[in-house]
């Protein structure tokens, strides 16, 4: 039987604190949701792995991110308390419990209502249900508008395109964190909006699953 509470010390002591993550609220969070109420049925002891984690074998497979590259682009985007976050690809909604422990005001955004309602069940079972997050559906490219736009954005994946449509939902300097890129040409990206201009910074190489809603389309072959 694995002590899933030690799992979690040595998670936060082995692969986060060795990879530059020293925010320590941050740290305190990851070492308090429980990562094991967020994967599939049967496969909780994967949970502390330092690999991403399948979550949803559906039409789209979904994927947790490995801890020591979703810490760092959490730690990017500088959480305050009360802030508006949304959460793109939340999965089953284990990013969206840390982004909750750090104070912040959390829309999950998924493509797929079944994944969907697997994320409110696993966040409510954790004890973030009603009121500390909010799990939409919708297309992950156009993000969920919200009035006076979100302070900060974490997308749970890989894109080949620069996101317009979620920037346009940041407030003005907003944050916006994703990796850019496949493979070992990876790199996680911030974006920081400033008016009607956003700036770009390359933080640290970085592989995650590409998102299929960010992929970009084949052009033609004369």
């Known amino acids: 039987m694995v002590d899933f509470s030690q799992a979690r010390r040595t998670m936060v002591d082995s692969q986060l604190r060795t990879f530059d993550v020293n925010d320590i609220p941050l740290l305190d969070a990851m070492d308090s949701v429980p990562r094991e109420r967020f994967v599939l049925p049967g496969r909780e002891e994967l949970a502390y792995i330092d690999q991403n984690v399948l979550v949803s074998d559906g039409a789209e497979r979904r994927f947790m991110l490995t801890p020591m590259v979703l810490a760092r682009m959490i730690q990017a985007l500088r959480i305050e308390p009360g802030e508006r976050v949304l959460d793109v690809a939340c999965g089953r909604g284990y990013s969206s419990a840390v982004l909750c422990e750090l104070g912040a005001r959390v829309t999950a955004?998924?493509?797929?209502?079944?994944?969907?309602?697997?994320?409110?069940?696993?966040?409510?079972?954790?004890?973030?249900?009603?009121?500390?997050?909010?799990?939409?559906?919708?297309?992950?490219?156009?993000?969920?508008?919200?009035?006076?736009?979100?302070?900060?954005?974490?997308?749970?994946?890989?894109?080949?395109?620069?996101?317009?449509?979620?920037?346009?939902?940041?407030?003005?300097?907003?944050?916006?964190?994703?990796?850019?890129?496949?493979?070992?040409?990876?790199?996680?990206?911030?974006?920081?909006?400033?008016?009607?201009?956003?700036?770009?910074?390359?933080?640290?190489?970085?592989?995650?699953?590409a998102l299929a809603a960010f992929e970009a389309k084949p052009g033609f072959v004369f």
């Open 109 to 209: 955004l998924e493509s797929d209502e079944a994944l969907a309602q697997a994320a409110r069940q696993a966040l409510e079972g954790a004890g973030y249900g009603y009121g500390s997050v909010s799990v939409e559906v919708g297309p992950l490219d156009q993000g969920s508008p919200v009035d006076g736009g979100y302070n900060a954005i974490l997308v749970n994946g890989a894109v080949d395109l620069r996101p317009e449509g979620l920037l346009r939902q940041l407030a003005d300097g907003g944050r916006l964190v994703c990796v850019t890129g496949r493979g070992r040409a990876g790199r996680a990206t911030l974006y920081v909006r400033s008016g009607d201009a956003f700036s770009e910074r390359n933080l640290f190489d970085a592989a995650a699953p």
